[in-house]
């Protein structure tokens, strides 16, 4: 596979210190995609999970070392923190080893508009004024992710796909949790509608999109615990939203479930 050079690339959700966290499909992506620009945009680093099982395997490590190379080769690495890496807030403008820490960033794509970054909790009401529900919710899904990996396993048994997410299923069979959804993005959009911006590039709920409402593009990057994405800027200034489900991510995904069902 040959490498991809776009002029920017926004990630989030990777959860890293987590069991969720699709490590090896993220490698693969840093392996063949490079960019001038690099944002994080939030939950980088779970710190939730790692607050109630210290879990940092080799390739969780890997990640931090190879985006810390990209950084020092010339990409501009820029980590907008998230709720699950908040401590990190405290060090707004700082720089750690050619990355910088920025609470939100506006970013001007080479087409001249201009896109506020957020990992976007500031925008999620229960987030923001509730986090103890927040983090209900969160081992909530912990627990679908977990349930997720063991389907995935017996899918494979029978000749299933395997890239299956019982949690992005459960997600949009919930009717209160696609409203979620909904009411997340309509209070970003119209936050920011009046702030001089062409849209926003978010994260948060886990959900990729890149969705025109009513003239103001809301943009979320995914994650990398189920979907897998991340939104590109070309160098025309074009932005696409990829999903990096190749055959041998795929493969590498199935070795990953044996190595931790052999855990468990």
Not at 86 to 107: A, C, L, P, Q
Not at 116 to 125: C, K, P, Q, W
Not at 231 to 249: A, D, P, Q, S, Y
Request: aromatic residues 12%; contains cysteine.
């Amino acid at each position: 596979m040959n490498h991809t050079t776009y002029r920017t690339i926004w990630i989030s959700d990777l959860h890293l210190g987590s069991t969720q966290c699709r490590a090896d499909v993220l490698l693969d992506f840093l392996k063949y995609n490079d960019s001038e620009k690099l944002y994080l945009v939030g939950d980088i680093i779970d710190f939730w999970s790692l607050s109630k099982k210290m879990y940092w395997p080799r390739d969780h490590n890997t990640v931090i070392q190879k985006v810390l190379r990209k950084a020092r080769h010339g990409t501009q690495v820029i980590y907008v923190p998230g709720n699950h890496d908040e401590n990190v807030r405290h060090y707004d403008s700082y720089v750690f080893g050619d990355i910088t820490v920025k609470n939100s960033d506006v970013h001007l794509t080479s087409a001249g508009k201009q896109f506020l970054v957020v990992h976007g909790d500031e925008y999620d009401s229960i987030a923001k004024c509730h986090k103890w529900l927040a983090k209900i919710g969160s081992d909530g899904y912990d627990f679908l992710i977990e349930i997720n990996r063991l389907l995935r396993i017996v899918r494979r048994w029978f000749g299933l796909q395997s890239n299956f997410s019982l949690a992005a299923f459960v997600k949009f069979k919930v009717k209160n949790v696609v409203q979620f959804i909904s009411d997340y993005e309509e209070s970003i959009v119209s936050t920011l509608r009046d702030q001089k911006l062409e849209g926003v590039i978010c994260g948060h709920i886990h959900h990729a999109e890149i969705k025109d409402i009513d003239g103001f593009l809301y943009i979320n990057t995914g994650d990398f615990v189920e979907s897998c994405t991340a939104i590109v800027e070309h160098f025309n200034g074009t932005l696409e939203l990829i999903r990096w489900n190749k055959v041998e991510v795929a493969i590498a995904d199935d070795e990953r479930d044996e190595r931790l069902e052999a855990e468990m």
